[in-house]
Structure formats: structure tokens, C-alpha cells
């Protein structure tokens, strides 16, 4: 293929529509489920836009920003811990997994930052708290044009898109 012809066929890539559907109708496995608990991403907007009045995302990786909403108890300082953890991803040509960063105890992490505390996310930790073992919560920011590389959590995660 000629340039013209790579640049018209990428560009018709681009110009489409996003086929929201598609993620709203997402099939998963019985390793990607989706849980029947919902919640009011309007409620989710507004409340992050007053936490993020009042703190700030730390960049935790290129591309990648955090801000934890639970630490562990009578910890008021935030470590790089508070914000990754153990993850193992294929490096190279071999395939083979690496493990990435420190093993987190999760269950460690059992109080509310007192940025969230009064605000939806707070009833977004007690309605999943009262339902499932959750350790670590995060809000999670990516910069434009930038995604997580493949990669495989030690334990299971509960992700609010």
C-alpha cells in the first residue's frame, strides 16, 4: 500500500464512531464477570470533582495517576505502596510472566481518606464493603492516548469504568 492509501485507511479507522454498545453489552468469562451492583456515575463525577478540589493525583507511573481512598490504619502519610502493587506482565519475546512491583496486604487497607469521607465515594466503599473482602481502593487517572499493558492482578479487582 502506498502512504495515501495507509493514511485514508487509518484515518477511516479514526473518523468512526465509538461503539458505546459494545462495552455496555461486554461478555466476560469466569475470570471478568460483571457484578449486578450499579452506581450513579453523575454521583461519581460530582464527587470526584470536590475530591479533586481538595487533593491531588499522584503520577504512580508514566501515563498513570492515583489517588488512594483507603490507607491502612493510623497511617496518615501515603506511600508509592498506597498506590501499586504486585502485578506480573510478559516483558519480552519469551512470553514468559515477570512479577512486577511488591506483594500488598490488602486487607491492611481498612480506613476511609478523610477527602472521601461525607461524598459518594464513601457510599460506594460501604456498599462494596459490605459485600465483598475489598483491600486497597483507588481512584485511577490515564492520560490521553495511554493505556494499562497487558497485565495479570495477584487477586481479584473490582473496576467502576
Keep these: 500500500m502506498s502512504i495515501t492509501e495507509d493514511t485514508r485507511e487509518l484515518n ?11 462495552v455496555a453489552s461486554f461478555k466476560g ?3 471478568i464477570v460483571r457484578l449486578k451492583l450499579k452506581f450513579d456515575i453523575k454521583k461519581i463525577r460530582e464527587a470526584l470533582d470536590e ?3 481538595k487533593s491531588e493525583f499522584k503520577t504512580a507511573a508514566s501515563g498513570f495517576h492515583a489517588l488512594a481512598m483507603t490507607r491502612r490504619k493510623n497511617h496518615t502519610v501515603e506511600s508509592d505502596k498506597d498506590l501499586v502493587g504486585r502485578y506480573y506482565t510478559r516483558i519480552d519475546e519469551s512470553y514468559e510472566e515477570v512479577a512486577k512491583d511488591e506483594l500488598i496486604d490488602e486487607s491492611a487497607y481498612t480506613e476511609l ?3 472521601f ?3 459518594y465515594f464513601e457510599n ?3 456498599e462494596l464493603s459490605a459485600r465483598y473482602p ?4 483507588r481512584i485511577l487517572e490515564k492520560d490521553s492516548f495511554n493505556c494499562n499493558s497487558w497485565h495479570r492482578d495477584p487477586e481479584p479487582r473490582i473496576h467502576i469504568p
Design 51 to 53: 475530591v479533586s478540589a
Design 29 to 31: 468469562n469466569e475470570h
Design 134 to 137: 475489598i483491600g486497597r481502593v
Design 113 to 115: 481518606v478523610d477527602v
Design 117 to 119: 469521607k461525607g461524598t
Design 12 to 22: 477511516s479507522y479514526i473518523d468512526r464512531k465509538v461503539d458505546i454498545l459494545s
Design 124 to 126: 460506594i466503599y460501604k
